[in-house]
């Protein structure tokens, strides 16, 4: 056994004692590197400077730790608070980002400056100073015009509409100054500015023969718009606010040339002369963008298309104070100024087809966002309200959809202020087509289906909505506020469609003369039907050669009293104090009168509709008055529960202020009971309202069936009166 000396034994306890603290040192060491993770892990190609920084957004992210490897060095920054490393790079660099465990990538804020294009990137140290008043020479420039006009943008870099340049102060003394292209009335927009160090830009104004300091602005001032030099070039310089070494910076400047703002091209004028409004999308406008330089006395203006009857609020932004003047234009050419400022909804006029903004400013560069936004939905796809009347001959215009027949739904309302709208529906087909409404939902409006014709453009036949043959050419569709509906109560709702039923194909049979097969029996029965007149002429022989009055002729003293009677009946109508009694008498009189006597007293009737159940006749009782005797005969079936409904057509409302002989009756429609087979029915008719034209329908059960009795055209009540 070997003895070992004190001092070599405490050697040896002393080096196990140093190998037993380094595993113990490395083992922790080893604990903390795996106890981190990587939040950021990232590699990219660049040439120029760089700038990365990560902050912590909390009160501090524990072991937070930036690895940077460039150009073969690592470097590595800890900080619980800010990390961040800048620098020249030519090729690759890759970086991560090292926390410990609890902090995550939304506890972090991250900025990075690199070079994205070449030709925006500082490669060769910039001047330190504006070149003097001048003084020639190859100076860099920024060159750039945005893309954007009012609503669209083309080929856009997605990082800027302008351009992001990046460059590097090298040291506490490097300034860097650079000129941008422009010409006098462009905009320009400092856009941003970012760095590690405090930088501020400072606007320059170069000429021939001076050079003066326009204005500095510092980061916290950005965006900051201002007018090109009306005279010389434009440079910026950027310079240090603080002692910094080597400080990348990036910043933004886009230019708006006022020689590009307009839809055609050059400036935007006020008032607007640039062709036709600018488009107006379901309920609300695009966002249109624009731009006024201080020097520009006369401003922008901008037009968007509207409609009538809406109730807009209009979006307006501006950078600075602009005064804003809104106008509104009419189908007739005319202008209408609705106010100052973007403050209040306005409502345009049933002939308003577009909205114009003019915009002005006193001295001061401003940026200008204007959007239109409509309260209400229009009605069909018609921006605002349908029109409350058909078309004049030859007017129909923009204001009218013009409805095709198929599935295509339709969706509009009415309220107290607008009872009434009017679409224009086609018919293409040769022959004509058969139209309806087809109703959608359980809204109580009145559609009514009105076939025009197509050179007088007057209405030549109507039904309510049910099918109808409708001839080529384009016709109308009305609309209008239920007769059950509470007038001035909310806002009714409508859908509708036109259902293609299909072209009218009228039958065209072939006919063949066969009547030499048949000569002897038309000789036959021509003679068979000429007897009865032999007999005729035999019993009023005596009239017809000695001139005695025949048996068939009103008697004179039945005119005279006839002629009484309407004189009688002119009489009572037309008087302060209206005479009821008198009135009922006459009328009844009319009823036990012969049909025919009456109708030869009276004249030619206003309107008359005969069918095989009833016979219509209208007259007016006096001219300039808007009172109207109906006559109705029944035939040999009686009319139960029968009832006559007035009604327009087209043009205002028609109503039905009194009525003789006393009867039930409710706005346009009068309720007659029972007509008796063979009766006689006068009645004496005063109307309210301007319609433009009446129509007449007769309805009741005739041996228990339903039936209506319709003329086939419409009264032109205009030209009656």
């Known amino acids: 056994m070997q003895r070992v000396r004190p001092h070599v034994r405490g050697v040896r306890a002393g080096l196990l004692a140093v190998l037993l603290t380094l595993a113990a040192f490395s083992a922790s060491a080893s604990a903390d590197e795996d106890s981190k993770i990587v939040i950021y892990d990232e590699i990219f190609s660049t040439s120029g400077p760089v700038w990365i920084s990560v902050s912590c957004l909390k009160v501090g992210c524990p072991g937070m730790e930036l690895v940077i490897w460039s150009d073969g060095v690592e470097e590595s920054h800890e ?7 800048s620098g020249q790079v030519e090729g690759n660099v890759s970086w991560q980002l090292l926390v410990d465990s609890g902090t995550e990538a939304n506890d972090l804020s991250t900025e990075v400056i690199l070079s994205r294009m070449d030709e925006w990137t500082e490669h060769a140290d910039l001047p330190n100073i504006v070149p003097p008043p001048g003084s020639q020479g190859e100076y860099p420039l920024i060159n750039t015009t945005s893309p954007c006009q009012l609503h669209f943008c083309g080929a856009i870099d997605l990082l800027s509409e302008g351009v992001l340049y990046v460059g590097a102060l090298e040291n506490q003394s490097d300034k860097d100054a650079v000129m941008v292209v422009g010409d006098p009335g462009d905009v320009i927009l400092l856009n941003s500015l970012r760095g590690p160090s405090e930088i501020r830009i400072e606007i320059w104004q170069r000429g021939d023969e001076s050079k003066s300091l326009v204005d500095t602005i510092e980061r916290t001032e950005m965006e900051h718009y201002f007018e090109y030099p009306t005279q010389g070039e434009l440079w910026v310089r950027l310079v240090h606010s ?3 070494d080597y400080s990348p910076y990036e910043f933004e400047i886009i230019r708006y040339d006022d020689a590009s703002e307009a839809p055609d091209g050059g400036e935007l004028t006020n008032p607007w002369s640039h062709g036709e409004a600018l488009p107006f999308y379901g309920d609300s406008s695009l966002l249109y963008h624009g731009h006024l330089a201080a020097s520009d006395s006369q401003g922008d203006s901008l037009l968007i298309a509207s409609g009538a009857k809406m109730v807009l609020e209009p979006f307006c932004s501006f950078t600075d104070i602009v005064s804003v003047e809104i106008v509104l234009h009419q189908m007739d050419g005319s202008s209408l100024a609705v106010g100052s400022g973007c403050a209040e909804e306005f409502e345009t006029t049933e002939q308003t087809v577009s909205v114009e903004f003019g915009l002005t400013t006193q001295g001061r560069t401003a940026a200008w966002s204007i959007m239109l936004r409509s309260l209400e939905p229009g009605d069909g796809s018609l921006i605002g309200d349908a029109p409350d009347a058909v078309w004049e001959l030859e007017g129909l215009d923009s204001r009218w959809q013009v409805l095709s027949l198929g599935a295509a739904t339709i969706e509009g309302s009415l309220d107290a202020f607008d009872t009434t709208d009017v679409f224009a529906f086609s018919v293409i087909e040769e022959n004509g087509s058969y139209v309806r409404v087809q109703r959608i939902g359980d809204s109580s409006v009145i559609f009514t289906l009105m076939t025009l014709d197509q050179e007088t453009g007057e209405v030549v036949n109507s039904t309510d909505g049910s099918m109808m043959i409708v001839q080529p050419g384009v016709h109308a569709l009305r609309i209008d506020w239920g007769q059950d509906m509470i ?14 039923n299909g072209p009218y194909e009228p039958i065209e049979d072939e006919f ?24 005729v002429l035999w019993w009023n022989r005596a009239a017809i050669f000695s001139g005695a009055p025949l048996a068939s002729d009103i008697e004179e003293h039945e005119r005279r009293r006839l002629r009484r009677l309407r004189e009688r009946l002119s009489v009572a109508l037309s008087a302060e104090s209206i005479d009821e009694g008198e009135i009922e008498y006459s009328l009844k009189q009319l009823g036990d009168s012969p049909w025919r006597a009456v109708a030869q007293d009276w004249g030619e009737p206003l309107l008359r509709h005969m069918t095989e159940q009833v016979e219509i006749c209208v007259w007016k009782i006096s001219e300039g008055d808007a009172v109207l005797l109906i006559g109705i005969r029944v035939s040999e079936v009686p009319w139960e529960m029968a009832a006559m409904r007035i009604h327009a057509p087209e043009g205002a409302r028609v109503g039905i202020s009194s009525i003789s002989p006393r009867r039930l009756f409710q706005e346009d429609e009068i309720f007659l009971d029972t007509l008796s087979a063979g009766s006689r029915v006068f009645l004496s008719l005063a109307l309210e309202g301007s319609p433009t034209s009446l129509g007449f329908q007769l309805s009741g059960l005739v041996a228990g069936e339903p039936l209506a009795a319709t003329p086939n055209r419409a009264l032109d009540w205009g030209e009656s009166e």
């Open 242 to 244: 603080a002692e910094e």
């Open 512 to 535: 063949v003369d066969l009547s030499d097969r048949a000569r002897g029996f038309y000789m036959f029965a021509g003679f068979m039907l000429l007897t009865p007149l032999m007999v």
């Open 487 to 500: 007038q001035g109560e909310g806002t009714e709702e409508y859908e509708f469609s036109l259902p293609y």
């Open 79 to 85: 900080d619980p608070h800010l990390v961040q490393w």
